[in-house]
């Protein structure tokens, strides 16, 4: 019956378990790392402006760098009590909508994104974007209002148009027809 070897002395570390392992060096890792507590300095010379960890000149500016490190306070981005709060900005009339009926309207960059990536026209949008979804068009018309027409072939056949109408230089509506 063989018998179990015992720990080499060369590797003490094997007698640790994982999890003691593991931890000893997250500590030490955190025991070692400074960030934010070393100064920066900014200098201005004849090359532009550089950083550095020591003073490089005369005309050196310690900078202040806050403390990115985890942890901290959940109540360390509350106002200070000592300070004025500041009145309530004042009410503004609500407009109505009958006032400003125009197509154009604010599509965030994610959203306008996603719409370019599947070739979507959405209302709201402009020429411009228009033709990073669905390029240039092929046939347009401006009377009785600015149209922009698409063809959409299946199997080289004419499947389908689109009709993009603009108003305001903004997307009023977009029609999908079959020939």
């Not at 000149?57 to 959940?74: E, F, K, M, S, W």
């Not at 092929?138 to 009709?163: I, K, M």
């Amino acid at each position: 019956m063989p018998a179990t070897a015992p720990a080499r002395a060369d590797r003490p570390w094997r007698r640790l378990s994982r999890a003691v392992r593991v931890g000893s060096l997250v500590t030490a890792g955190l025991l070692c790392s400074s960030a934010g507590a070393e100064p920066v300095y900014r200098c201005d010379n004849g090359n532009g402006v550089t950083f550095a960890d020591q003073p490089c000149g005369d005309d050196a500016t310690r900078i202040q760098v806050p403390d990115n490190r985890l942890g901290g306070r959940l109540d360390s981005n509350l106002p200070r009590d000592d300070v004025e709060p500041k009145p309530p900005p004042e009410a503004t009339p609500p407009v109505p909508d009958s006032v400003d009926d125009s197509p154009c309207r604010y599509i965030n960059s994610t959203q306008l994104r996603t719409y370019l990536a599947r070739n979507q026209v959405v209302r709201g949008m402009t020429r411009e974007q228009v033709r990073k979804a669905f390029g240039p068009p092929p046939e347009t018309h401006s009377v009785p209002q600015e149209a922009w027409v698409y063809h959409t072939d299946y199997y080289g056949r004419l499947y389908e148009l689109t009709f993009v109408y603009f108003r305001d230089g903004c997307v009023d509506s977009v029609q999908y027809r079959k020939p």
